[in-house]
């Protein structure tokens, strides 16, 4: 009987210290190990409802494709932190880093879409 319950003891020890090795190796990588998404990569997760290149199909979603990375940095950032609040978007860029922020605004930046008219142009014409 006492032989058993040394071996319970043991069994858990093994268990306990084996996982926590785990979950520490498990730590390491999403932080050291695991490099930056490129932002064609983390765009893979925008497509279902901003559309492959950013040209939303529906109302619902924005368009994002064109629109200017730094204005897309920030409110990546802002859905982040918490100043622009959104559940959807909330949930999408808790797991990117902000390089991957900067990286997917640069992709999206870099589509054919929205474009604004310079009014100095305009007045040009
Ligand atoms: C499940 C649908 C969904 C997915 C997936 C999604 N978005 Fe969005 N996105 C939305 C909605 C809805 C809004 C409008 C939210 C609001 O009103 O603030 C939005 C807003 C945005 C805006 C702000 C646009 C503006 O004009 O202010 C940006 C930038 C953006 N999304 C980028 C992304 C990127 C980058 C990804 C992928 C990493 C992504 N979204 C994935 C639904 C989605």
């Not at 390491?28 to 199909?57: I, T, Y």
């Not at 991957?100 to 014409?125: C, P, R």
């Given at each position: 009987m006492k032989k058993l319950f040394i071996n319970i003891i043991v069994s858990i020890f093994v268990v306990a210290t084996a996982s926590s090795f785990a979950s520490e190796e498990a730590h390491e990588s999403s932080h050291d190990a695991a490099p930056a998404k490129s932002g064609a990569e983390v765009a893979k997760q925008c497509?279902?409802?901003?559309?492959?290149?950013?040209?939303?199909?529906?109302?619902?979603f924005p368009r994002i494709a064109g629109q200017h990375a730094d204005y897309m940095l920030h409110t990546l950032k802002s859905y982040k932190n918490g100043d622009r609040k959104n559940a959807i978007m909330a949930g999408i860029v808790a797991a990117l880093s902000e390089e991957e922020m900067k990286n997917v605004a640069a992709f999206y930046a870099g589509q054919t879409g929205l474009s604004v008219v310079n009014i100095d142009d305009e007045s040009k014409h």
């Amino acid at each position: 009987m006492k032989k058993l319950f040394i071996n319970i003891i043991v069994s858990i020890f093994v268990v306990a210290t084996a996982s926590s090795f785990a979950s520490e190796e498990a730590h390491e990588s999403s932080h050291d190990a695991a490099p930056a998404k490129s932002g064609a990569e983390v765009a893979k997760q925008c497509v279902a409802c901003h559309g492959e290149d950013g040209n939303s199909l529906t109302p619902n979603f924005p368009r994002i494709a064109g629109q200017h990375a730094d204005y897309m940095l920030h409110t990546l950032k802002s859905y982040k932190n918490g100043d622009r609040k959104n559940a959807i978007m909330a949930g999408i860029v808790a797991a990117l880093s902000e390089e991957e922020m900067k990286n997917v605004a640069a992709f999206y930046a870099g589509q054919t879409g929205l474009s604004v008219v310079n009014i100095d142009d305009e007045s040009k014409h």
